[in-house]
């Protein structure tokens, strides 16, 4: 299946996969995709991120005992099916018809839809129950999350994916960060370049030492641009008119999302 044409769909499967409720097979099957099809690695970097944001917004909160019992019931059960299920298939289960593998399929996305749920509500009570919660700040802040409008990433030679790019149009921000081990040297810089589709390639600014990165940029900076490229330079990068000097060590498609 082309998750890449169903957003709305690769939207709710990436944050399942974030949250860690995508699991077994299904899990693998999303992995695949994601080595295979760039928007799909995006997706699920992306959503990565916006968890790893998340934990910003309040302090840690343990959910009650009560939660616990409910998730453990909930993977229990789905064991259990899973159990009977392939006792009754027994050495057929590798032949079985492809409708019957796609239904294993979505029973086990609904069963990621259902712990993500739980783990949600859980979010939403802890918020409430914390003596002197300001909802005004938390609003606040919640209005000041990125609103990602373009997405890439940026891999080495070998595919591996090295950075995650998003822009966010009302703030004017190209935030950019390291995913992969890659670290230039010290006389070195990282630049980020524009590809467009005529014309040559136009610098978007020149990258710091740490793992996130925030550049300004318009949106018209980036729209219809269709790659982007991150070049090895001198210290302090090198004027944008010329181009890279050095060579391309990061590139990737740039993605406008669907609203």
Aim: hydrophobic fraction near 45%; glycine fraction near 8%; charge should be positive.
């Amino acid at each position: 299946m082309n998750l890449s044409a169903h957003p709305e769909l690769l939207d709710r499967i990436a944050a399942g996969y974030a949250l860690g409720s995508l699991r077994a097979g299904a899990r693998r099957r999303f992995e695949t995709m994601a080595r295979e099809q760039p928007p799909v690695r995006a997706a699920a970097l992306l959503w990565q991120s916006r968890l790893l944001s998340m934990t910003e917004l309040q302090p840690a909160q343990p959910p009650s005992a009560a939660v616990w019992t409910r998730i453990d019931n909930l993977m229990q059960a789905e064991a259990d099916q899973q159990r009977m299920e392939a006792a009754r298939a027994g050495s057929a289960a590798a032949e079985s018809p492809r409708w019957l593998r796609a239904l294993a399929f979505w029973r086990t996305l609904s069963a990621a839809g259902a712990l993500a749920t739980v783990l949600a509500v859980v979010s939403a009570v802890n918020i409430q129950q914390r003596a002197g919660v300001d909802l005004q700040d938390l609003q606040a802040k919640l209005q000041s999350t990125p609103q990602v409008a373009y997405v890439a990433v940026l891999s080495d030679e070998q595919s591996k994916a090295s950075m995650l790019v998003t822009f966010d149009p009302r703030q004017r921000t190209l935030t950019l960060q390291r995913v992969g081990n890659f670290q230039e040297a010290a006389d070195r810089s990282l630049q980020l370049w524009a590809l467009p589709p005529s014309g040559g390639p136009r610098s978007l600014g020149v990258l710091g030492t740490d793992k996130l990165l925030r550049l300004t940029a318009a949106e018209g900076d980036v729209r219809e641009v269709p790659t982007l490229a991150i070049s090895l330079e001198p210290k302090g990068g090198v004027p944008g008119a010329g181009g890279p000097t050095g060579p391309v060590v990061f590139k990737g498609a740039l993605i406008q999302k669907q609203s």
